[in-house]
């Protein structure tokens, strides 16, 4: 045993095939795993100060052959993020909703012209559609796409739990920090300095 080198061993190892099937192990593994696809959805109302919610306000848009009239209507985004180790060629999920909650336009805000989302049978005024598919591609590891949305609701007051993402591809969802989530949180919690003394304040 004294007469064994090893150092000289465990370089040998180290640079053999073995070392390398074991690596190669290692990554297939993780890209084989489920993987993880942020997600994050935000709405807001048009209707939020209380002079429009007590006149019963309506806003009417204007289509190529019609006016339409929403009394409830939202705005909102929605946010894709390849949180995963795997790039994708395409990418394809779908967003549904329930029967009296439509979509009346959706458009992409951040693609560059590498980077395209097909919608298939696209939202509008004229196709008020409460499901549909969008495909990203490509969707590689750190690619996110954004969505500007234009909801409406039917006697119902929507909330982001009424807009469902769902895929085929074997992903698991996980929740994006929106924005608002952020600054819900500092307001939450206000740290005044004052000289050495620090005043913190909870909502």
Not at 85 to 107: L, M, Q, R, S, W
Not at 188 to 203: N, Q
Request: aromatic share 10%; proline share 3%; glycine share 6%.
């Amino acid at each position: 045993m004294e007469n064994i080198n090893w150092i000289q061993l465990t370089i040998g190892f180290l640079s053999g095939g073995a070392f390398g099937a074991l690596i190669k192990q290692f990554f297939d593994n993780r890209r084989n795993r489920i993987q993880p696809i942020g997600k994050a959805i935000e709405v807001k109302s048009f209707y939020d100060s209380v002079e429009n919610k007590l006149l019963n306000s309506q806003v009417i848009l204007t289509g190529s052959t019609q006016e339409y009239k929403f009394s409830k209507l939202y705005t909102g985004t929605i946010k894709i993020v390849n949180t995963g180790h795997n790039d994708y060629a395409t990418f394809t999920f779908g967003i549904t909703c329930p029967e009296n909650v439509k979509f009346i336009h959706i458009k992409p805000t951040s693609n560059d012209r590498h980077h395209l989302a097909d919608i298939r049978d696209l939202p509008s005024l004229e196709n008020q559609i409460n499901s549909f598919d969008i495909a990203l591609t490509p969707f590689n590891r750190k690619d996110s796409y954004s969505f500007d949305i234009l909801v409406t609701s039917v006697n119902h007051d929507l909330t982001e739990n009424d807009i469902k993402i769902s895929s085929s591809h074997p992903i698991k969802w996980v929740e994006l920090v929106s924005t608002s989530k952020i600054l819900l949180e500092v307001a939450r919690e206000t740290v005044i300095a004052l000289g050495p003394i620090s005043v913190g304040l909870r909502r």
